[in-house]
């Protein structure tokens, strides 16, 4: 079984930046895909960003030009660089393992299909 541990949130103001990071337990586990998910109170899990074993990346339509997700796979780590913060972007964050990276999956953004999950890191932007 892999754990994956997110880090970084906290309570900024509109405009700052935010770095999250996930570590997983184990290496080369065989994930192909892996992606930073968000959900908001009275809101539904959101894909935010992905990224596939080719380097390939997916951001949602919401945060383009302000997030940027990258891996470390030396250190079995995922990263979601974040940007411009703006109080909608308030959400518990959430880093996944081991999705698939293909059109029924909106390369990287549907959540059903991940198979590892970290407890989350609360992120809240004020204004």
Known sequence: QVHLMESGGGSVQAGDSLRLSC???????GSHCEGWFRQAP?????????????????????VKGRF???KDNAKNSLFLQMNNLKPEDTAMYYCAADGLWDVYTDYGLRGDEYNYWGQGTQVTVSS
């Open 42 to 62: 009275g809101k539904e899990h959101e894909g935010v960003a992905s990224i596939d074993n080719d380097g390939r990346i997916n951001y949602a339509n919401s």
């Open 23 to 29: 570590r997983a337990s184990e290496v080369d586990y």
């Open 68 to 70: 940027t997700i990258s």
